[in-house]
């Protein structure tokens, strides 16, 4: 692997020029750090499977735990998720703002699989920042953006952390100063009674005194860092219907072989022929699906040995869920 090379991420100032070179990289799938109110978030567009891959490894992220999608405005955020009438008063009130909604994916949505982890829910928020509601506008799409720091590390709330965590591993930071909030945003849960998923910026108690009832709290089962949850806990991740049988070097008579790299060019499907891990962390939940497909009712799917470096982590992580026993 080439070691990063700091020199490689550009300082972008806020304004219409550095935006539009922003809003190009995204197009182009790289990573653009941006401002908003809460934290610096780490983007890339939602609906692009590399970009989303690309995140996860910039972060050095373990896992794929969902992430939260930014958008310009109601109306953008209607496109991607459903909205009942609480989640239409809460926008109403709190957006732009230090709030995110989980709620059912909306048909059609068109996100990254990466996104929501292959849930049927998405996170999402609109951010009040002047400066990623500008990005937001020129670059006309959603954007996935966890917090723009290596994983484990603290939320950097100045270009200069983020610099500090991930110069090397991102095209872009565009600067706009501090950020005011200075903790992530308040996670709520709509897809079911509304429940706190993770405090924030966003005081519980506004929120209540919104919804007018008390929140109940619920592990969103997405691990979060505040809130680690047992595998076990993560039932509601996509699982297939197929059984699942890791480091197979090969298919059996029924089994329905996911391969990894030029070991497995026998496999009904490859995550990446070449070995690269950014591919095949982007190819996935697809190929999952689709193996899952062709497996049928009560079959198997054998996958093959990915290695435990870079996203292989991450990946590997979500295989062994899919492998799990079942209860
Ligand atoms: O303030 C913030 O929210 C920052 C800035 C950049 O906007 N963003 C942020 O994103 O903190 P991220 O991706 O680090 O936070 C994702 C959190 C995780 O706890 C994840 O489990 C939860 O959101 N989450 C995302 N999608 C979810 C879903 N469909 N169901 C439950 N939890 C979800
Ligand atoms: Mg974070």
Redesign the pocket.
């Known amino acids: 692997m080439i070691p990063p090379n700091p020199d490689d991420t550009r300082l972008l100032p806020p304004t219409p020029e550095g935006l539009a070179e922003a809003a190009r990289q995204l197009a182009a799938g790289a990573l653009v750090a941006f401002p908003?109110e809460?934290?610096?978030?780490l983007g890339g567009d939602a609906r692009s499977d590399l970009a989303c891959a690309r995140i996860f490894e910039a972060k050095g992220r373990p896992r794929f735990?969902?992430?939260?999608v930014?958008v310009a405005d109601l109306a953008a955020a209607r496109r991607i998720a459903r909205f009942d009438d609480r989640a239409e008063r809460l926008a109403g009130a709190f957006w732009p703002g230090?709030l995110?909604l989980?709620l059912p994916l909306a048909e059609g949505a068109g996100l990254s699989p990466l996104v929501?982890a292959g849930?049927p829910?998405?996170?999402v928020?609109v951010?009040e920042h002047p400066v990623a509601r500008a990005l937001l506008a020129v670059f006309g799409g959603p954007l996935a953006?966890?917090?723009a720091n290596p994983s484990g590390r603290v939320s950097p709330t100045r270009a200069a952390h983020v610099m500090a965590g991930l110069a090397g591993r991102i095209a872009a930071v565009v600067d706009g100063g501090d950020c005011a909030v200075g903790v992530?945003?308040t996670?709520l849960?709509l897809d079911g009674p509304a429940r706190l998923?993770?405090p924030?910026?966003l005081p519980a108690e506004a929120l209540e005194a919104a919804l007018g009832q008390p929140l109940a709290s619920g592990d969103?089962g997405?691990?979060?860092a505040a809130r680690p949850s047992a595998p076990g806990q993560l039932a509601s991740h996509y699982a297939p219907g197929a059984a699942v049988r890791l480091e197979a070097t090969e298919a059996g008579k029924d089994e329905i072989w996911l391969g990894f790299g030029p070991q497995a060019a026998g496999a009904a499907l490859n995550l990446s022929p070449a070995g690269d891990l950014v591919e095949a962390a982007a190819n996935l939940f697809h190929y999952l699906r689709e193996a899952d497909a062709l497996a049928g009712n009560g079959g198997r799917i054998a996958v093959s040995p990915v290695p435990e470096r870079g996203l292989g982590r991450a990946i590997n992580d979500r295989l062994r869920r899919a492998a799990a026993p079942r209860g």
């Open positions: 908003t809460t934290v610096y978030g735990n969902p992430l939260i930014h230090p995110t989980v929501t849930l829910t998405v996170a928020r951010p953006a966890p917090s992530e945003s996670i849960g998923l993770r924030g910026g969103n997405g691990g979060d």
